[in-house]
Every structure is written in structure tokens, then in C-alpha cells.
């Protein structure tokens, strides 16, 4: 079920999550103008494990949000958080209550990778950029060939940990 029931733990969790997704996305990520390598989907891809497809939304916009305004790389834009929102909801839907999954993982991955990286993500960037969208699609295959395979593997470990299992237990 869906859910935004408040309680100060979940509120604790989340703030640690949110600024683990801006240090990894921001400050430990590498960044060029076509492309994005770092760790950020980790945290978000944690909440949905543990709070659903909801909260993970929410996480992930606000993380967006925080990390756009302690460290902002040109002037911010909401489609990117809309775009940080839809990857919380795509790992929510296939990780909540799905721990010990080996396809879960990897679709999540795949599906944020292509739809949100790929596709979404170029579409803004070539809106704001006033560049080409077929240029900057081929461009960032790159990056989908990188971070898919990358995301992949990290939420498999993550989905599959003991430490995962225990924290997910806690929440049922």
C-alpha cells in the first residue's frame, strides 16, 4: 500500500538518504555537459526499498531540489526534479517488498536508464541547451551503456544484501 505515514524515524532515515543522494550526485559524481557518472541512484533505490514508490518520489525531488540550490551547476530547472521523481517512482514500483529479486533490480535499472537518463533527461537537457535531441541522444548512449550495467549491479547487492533484509523486515 501506499503510504505517507509520518513517524520520526522514517523522517531521520529519509534526511540521511536525501543528503547521501546530494554528496553522491554532487559533490562525489563525475559530471560533463553531456554526461552523469556517480552513485546518487543508490540512496533513492534504498528508500524504495524500504518506503515504497511514494516516499522514494518524494526523496529523490527533494534530494534534487537541495543539491540544485548547495550546489548548483547553472540555473535550476523543475523538469529535473520531475525527471529525479519519476526515478523514485520506477524503483518504488519494482523494488518495495521484492527483496532476493534478481529481475526486479535489473528492470528498475533498465527502465530508469532508458526512459529517464536516455530519453527524458536528453530531451530537457537539448530543450534548455537549444542543441539537437538525435545529437545529444547518441551522445548519451554512452552514458546509458555505463550506468546501466552500473545501476544494475548496485541495486542487485543492495536488493540482496543482509543489512537490506534486516531493515526491510523492520518496516513490515
Known amino acids: 500500500m501506499l503510504s505517507l505515514k509520518l513517524d520520526t524515524r522514517k523522517l531521520a532515515v529519509s534526511a540521511m538518504l536525501i543528503t547521501l543522494d546530494v554528496l553522491l ?3 562525489l559524481a563525475i559530471n560533463t555537459p553531456l554526461m552523469k557518472v556517480g552513485f546518487g541512484f543508490a540512496a533513492v533505490a534504498v528508500c524504495a526499498m524500504l518506503y515504497g514508490p ?3 518520489m518524494l526523496t529523490a525531488a527533494l534530494g534534487d531540489i537541495v543539491g540544485a540550490i548547495i550546489f548548483p ?3 535550476f530547472f523543475p523538469g529535473f526534479t520531475l525527471t529525479a521523481a519519476l526515478t523514485g517512482l520506477i524503483y518504488g514500483l519494482f523494488l518495495y517488498r521484492h527483496q532476493h529479486s534478481l529481475w526486479r533490480p535489473i528492470l528498475a535499472a533498465f527502465f530508469n536508464c532508458l526512459v529517464v537518463t536516455l530519453i527524458l533527461n536528453t530531451a530537457l537537457i ?3 541547451s537549444g542543441n539537437d535531441y538525435t545529437v545529444l541522444f547518441a551522445a548519451r548512449i554512452v552514458q546509458f551503456c555505463i550506468m546501466f550495467p552500473v545501476e544494475a549491479i548496485v541495486m542487485l547487492c543492495l536488493n540482496r544484501s543482509g543489512l537490506m533484509v534486516k531493515l526491510i523486515e523492520e518496516y513490515k
Open 25 to 27: 550526485t554532487r559533490v
Open 54 to 56: 511514494v516516499w522514494a
Open 73 to 75: 551547476v547553472g540555473a
Open 126 to 128: 537539448a530543450y534548455i
